[in-house]
């Protein structure tokens, strides 16, 4: 700005034509000084997913951004660090998480025609505060030799006295079973819900363990027969050329998606929201809008095995190998305010004990 006085004073005295002049060329010279060049960005999702979406943004952008990859502890630091987070959006997973950083009141609304014209309505937040962009499925994994195809069609179906000592799943209190059982309440309310966790309860074959891979590794080692699992993870290994073990984990199950002559499978998601401190929100904004674009779906779709939540963008072809299926419409929205009173019936019912506790 100090640079630009003396151009400014000699227009001033050459008359009106060249103050409007002036004045214009200052207010894009501003304009240009307030584009956003770059963002900054916390991500819970992993290198190996992220980069190639955000090269494809800086590539059509200009925008560069800077990411952190975090583990644990994202909400914390932004929380801590109040109006001076450096973080200007966010990248998680689970429903879970996208509400906690809404809760906690570290995001902003964001209005967008592309993210709502992107996104169904009931994979994002009503006040704009957090936005789905991977959708995945709470499936079952059924093993080939000992599970009857179509014996079992519904997650009520986990209670049936038939599958006692069958069911392997990891702890009742992960997020991913935490919104599971928050749309069993949606569904059936809370009473109803709790006579059906404690009826897997009693069906499990061992104490809740292990993440979601082990449960499809106990069923090849024949520990159990039914395991709860999240999609992807199928996809990751029928894929993994580091560890071939877990091609024989896949190879001894079948992915089976429930309720599908009901609501539907029940949906979980990724997402992404803008900080409340950003300082950098229109670049902030300009990627989540990319990240729900047909470009950076098709690039999630391949790279991670979960669905693409923009109608019409492809599931990549080893998703499709499982089959088309209907998924349930609950709004994420209704399982997160669900969440706390799923939680505490997962403690109520001793879900973590195990069976026979
Ligand atoms: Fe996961």
Redesign the pocket.
Known sequence: METKKPQIHRLLTAGLAAVAAATAALTSATWAKAADTEVNLYSYRQPFLIKPLLDAFTKDTGIKVNVVFAKKGMLEKIKAAGDNSPADAVLT?DIGRLYALKEAGVLQSIKSDALNKNIPAHFRDPDGMWYGLTARGRVLLLSKDRIKPGSIKSYEDLTKPEFKGKICTRSGKHP?NVALIASMIAHHGEEGAKKWLEGVKANLARKPQGN?RAQAKAIYEGVCDIALS?N??MGKMMTNEKKPVQKKWAAAVTLTYMNQDGRGNHMNISGAAVTKSAKHKDAAVKLVEFLSSDEAQKIYAEDNHEYPVKPGVPRSELVQSWGDFKADTLSLEKIAKLRPAASRLVDKVGFDDGPGS
Request: aromatic letters at 50%; a negative charge.
């Open positions: 997973v991913y979601d999240n992807y993870y």
